[in-house]
């Protein structure tokens, strides 16, 4: 006889955003878009906050928080766009996060 057992198994690996405190520059173009991403594949799916200049960023028409927090997409950027950001990514096995100096040239 034979017998057959199937197990789903999910493996936890912690986060691990490259280059940890490191920070990124980008530059963009002024009235154009901009896609900042805060790369995490963490097991369980972390939860992402973006900060500018040290405070919780605020979504509204022109800044918009996509895929669960993956991605932080600006249109229209202008000058008043340029400075710090920072994403940070919690789970249960701890956090990490990402720091992203964007100037803007117009």
Not at 9 to 34: R, W
Not at 40 to 69: C, M, N, T, Y
């Amino acid at each position: 006889g034979e017998d057959s057992r199937s197990f789903h198994v999910s493996i936890q690996a912690p986060l691990s955003i490259v280059s940890v405190g490191e920070t990124h520059s980008i530059t963009a173009v002024a009235g154009g878009q901009l896609i900042l991403e805060c790369p995490e594949d963490a097991v369980p799916p972390p939860h992402i906050e973006w900060h500018r200049e040290g405070s919780p960023l605020r979504e509204d028409a022109r800044r918009q928080v996509l895929a669960e927090g993956r991605f932080l997409q600006i249109r229209a950027v202008g000058a008043a766009d340029g400075g710090e950001y920072s994403c940070r990514a919690t789970n249960v096995l701890g956090d990490t996060s990402l720091r992203i100096q964007v100037e803007v040239h117009g």
